[in-house]
């Protein structure tokens, strides 16, 4: 563990870590709740769908279901390729061939900064250990709404289990690192009036490189204003929960 990688190896794993996997030479990590004996909680679109063109460009991108295909079914976790939504499945087919890492909560603002790829740690703490298993089972058992691959993702659902927060604000990505890292890197450079005080490469790279770390920064669920703390059982009660109406009740209470 450290600014170059999270790797770890599997008996270093815990009940209630926070861990992920790189698909498709790094581009996407997909994440879960590893919960013990094997199993990982996780939240996924389905295979094919995971950013919801419904064409083979969402499994060339990005793909975060079992591997296993249908005609050869994981004989731990059966036939997972056609499930979505939150799921629990053993380790191999949430790798599915890849290293496993650990995600990192509580590092300081350097550490954070340091680790240029986004969705690998966060300014947040981690609640209890007890606590992130009881959100991981509830919501096997009661979901964790549609998926969003900007909003409401498999990072975003590994997050919200360790910390209980949610973003209750409907500008901007939810808690993902890796969602707010591509928009952070999208818009470096385009969006910056500072881009006009430097023609060189040198000087556009530094603005490129200073907006994308603050962007990043601001983003983080760990420093941002507009989350808040949510009882996992409010979180899926049948009526549905306004998020935003939630954080207001708060206020008042307070």
Same mark, same amino acid.
């Given at each position: ?113 340091? +680790? ?34 900007? +909003? ?103």
């Amino acid at each position: 563990m450290g600014v170059l990688s999270n790797k770890i190896q599997r008996d270093q794993l815990r009940p209630g870590d926070h861990i992920y996997s790189w698909r498709h030479a790094y581009l996407y990590a997909h994440h879960g709740i590893y919960v013990g004996e094997g199993k990982v909680i996780h939240f996924t679109r389905g295979a094919g769908q995971e950013i919801g063109t419904g064409t083979v460009l969402d499994r060339i991108i990005f793909s975060s279901s079992p591997s296993h295909s249908p005609d050869n079914p994981c004989p731990k976790c059966g036939d997972q390729s056609s499930l979505d939504g939150v799921m629990s499945s053993c380790i191999d087919c949430f790798l599915s061939g890849g290293d496993l890492y650990l995600f990192e909560y509580g590092v300081n603002v350097a550490f954070f900064i340091a +680790k240029a790829r986004g969705g690998t740690c966060t300014l947040a703490a981690s609640d209890p250990r007890e606590d992130v298993l009881h959100r991981a089972f509830y919501l096997l058992q009661n979901g964790f709404g549609s998926y969003d691959i900007f +909003k409401n993702n498999c990072e975003d659902f590994a997050i919200y289990c360790k910390t209980g927060l949610l973003v209750y604000t409907s500008i901007s990505v939810g808690r993902s690192g890796q969602a707010a890292s591509f928009l952070a890197a999208a818009s470096a450079v385009i969006s910056s009036p500072l881009r006009f005080l430097t023609t060189s490469f040198t000087g556009l790279g530094a603005v490129g490189c200073g907006m994308y770390c603050v962007s990043r920064l601001v983003s983080d669920i760990g420093i941002r204003r507009d989350v808040i703390k949510i009882p996992v059982e409010r979180l899926t009660a049948p009526r549905g929960l306004d998020v935003a109406e939630f954080a207001t009740e708060v206020v008042k209470t307070d």
